[in-house]
């Protein structure tokens, strides 16, 4: 079952939403159906730790909380 990721129209709540067969979303702030369905980016799951899939380390950037500060330069 897919999550589709929507913005209400009416009163600008977003929201994610586990699509089952036909069932519609409807916003859980408002009620109302004037959706906008968003582009979302899908998780990649990799291997590694979080030092070394941090892209703010190869960009001298990682001190001061960058990444979650689980960059190890040592």
């Known amino acids: 079952m897919p999550i589709y990721e929507y913005v209400c129209r009416s009163c600008g709540q977003q929201f994610e939403w586990l699509s089952r067969s036909d069932e519609r979303p409807v916003c859980p ?19 590694g730790t979080a030092a070394s899939l941090c892209p703010a380390r190869e960009l001298g950037a990682c001190g001061g909380g960058a990444c979650g500060g689980q960059c190890d330069f040592s």
């Open 29 to 47: 702030q408002c009620g109302l159906e004037e959706l906008t369905k968003q582009l979302s980016v899908p998780a990649a799951h990799t291997a």
